[in-house]
């Protein structure tokens, strides 16, 4: 007799999964950029040094029991770390509850989970991490080929087309769209398809009322600031992770 394991196992067990990766894109986001292995040593305190034991790295549990502070020195603990865990966690359990325990909602799993990291690293050092951009691109490409090998072009010419995009962009007009841009462009695109369009379109439309507000309050001066995009296109992929088949039909509906 075949046991079906049911959907909500699989939605809890990628919210567990999506928070202990929460917390390992804690640790991405401080070691990355300052070219520290991602490995070793264990997580440690950033005041003290103080390395984690086990019972000191459970995500959101072990911030809420030792009161938000370090075991060892008392030193404040951000809340950013229990906040990119439970983010994690929330956007892994939705979406395999959302696409179910296939090989699409892999390729969302993988590609929400990098988002995470990606959009931390770049609010604050302006880089999107190839590190995690390139293995998660791979993952959800063969995933998605696996989903419908029959079309299995669809997702390969969609990542090409995506990245290709903002890689043309970004040399039409330097310095306002990065090759890393393009890069993540390349997960998004072999994960949502024709719905990269969408994802797109958001993600210029935040960057402009953003920029509208920056001319409104700073003037001219407001050109000289580097926003990073890569916020923007998290946005927009996950918007039209849910939405983007609905955008597009309600923009083709239209034009008929």
Not at 224 to 243: N, R, S, T, W
């Amino acid at each position: 007799m075949t046991t079906v394991v049911p959907l909500w196992y699989w939605a809890l067990a990628a919210g567990l999964f999506g928070m202990c990766f929460g917390s390992f894109s804690s640790v991405l986001a401080y070691r990355w950029p300052r070219e520290e292995s991602v490995v070793k040593p264990r997580s440690r305190c950033t005041s003290c040094g103080h390395q984690l034991r086990w019972y000191e790295n459970m995500p959101v549990l072990s911030w809420l029991a030792l009161g938000r502070k370090c075991g060892s020195c008392r030193a404040p603990i951000s809340w950013r770390y229990p906040a990119l865990e439970l983010v994690s966690g929330l956007l892994a359990a939705t979406v395999v509850w959302h696409f179910g325990a296939t090989w699409k909602g892999l390729a969302a799993l993988v590609m929400v989970l990098a988002l995470v990291p990606v959009t931390t690293i770049d609010m604050e050092h302006k880089l999107i991490p190839n590190v995690v951009v390139f293995p998660a691109a791979a993952i959800a490409l063969v995933a998605m080929v696996l989903d419908n090998p029959a079309k299995w072009w669809v997702p390969v010419s969609a990542a090409v087309g995506a990245g290709g995009f903002l890689w043309l962009l970004g040399k039409v007009k330097p310095g306002g769209m990065g090759l890393g841009d393009a890069k993540l462009a390349l997960l998004l695109g072999a994960v949502l398809g024709a719905s990269v369009i969408p994802a797109f379109f958001i993600a210029f439309l935040a960057g402009s009322i953003l920029g509208a507000i920056l001319m409104a309050k700073f003037g001219m001066q407001a050109r000289k600031y580097q926003i990073p995009f890569g916020p923007y296109l998290a946005l927009g992929a996950i918007v039209a992770l849910f939405v983007g088949p609905t955008l597009i039909s309600l923009y083709t509906d239209r034009i008929h």
